[in-house]
């Protein structure tokens, strides 16, 4: 499974899950592939022609923005999104959420059509849909 973890995350917490899935997955950070500062609309259909992406975001605004809701809907990723609980939550606290979640993580990526949005939960062990 390729992961990206989104500029509204810590590049540290993609590293972490990084190190702790090498030989099973690929964990990048945004600005490792783009550099600082890239737009959803640039990196959304950049990851989409590479193929089966799976982005852990905190960005609220592709959500939100109809230019990158649509984006993301019409591309070939599945999203992870934390729920504004959790974005607001201690690195140590998201980390400790994405990894309890992360065998379900991976069941919805492998079931998932492209363009699906999940929510990840504070404290539930149910992941939403968006």
Do not use: C
């Amino acid at each position: 499974m390729k992961v990206v973890v989104d500029e509204n995350l810590a590049p540290r917490l993609a590293r972490a899950l990084n190190e702790l899935f090498k030989g099973t997955h690929e964990v990048v950070h945004i600005r490792d592939l783009f550099g600082p500062a890239v737009t959803d609309l640039e990196w959304i259909p950049e990851l989409s022609r590479q193929g089966h992406w799976i982005v852990i975001s905190g960005d609220r605004g592709i959500r939100k923005k109809k230019a990158e809701y649509n984006a993301f809907r019409a591309s070939r990723l599945i999203g992870f999104f934390l729920s504004a609980g959790l974005m607001k939550a201690p690195l140590v606290k998201q980390a400790e959420r994405i990894l309890a979640l992360w065998e379900s993580i991976e069941a919805f990526a492998e079931r998932s059509q492209s363009g699906s949005m999940f929510e990840l939960p504070m404290t539930s062990t149910r992941i939403g849909t968006l």
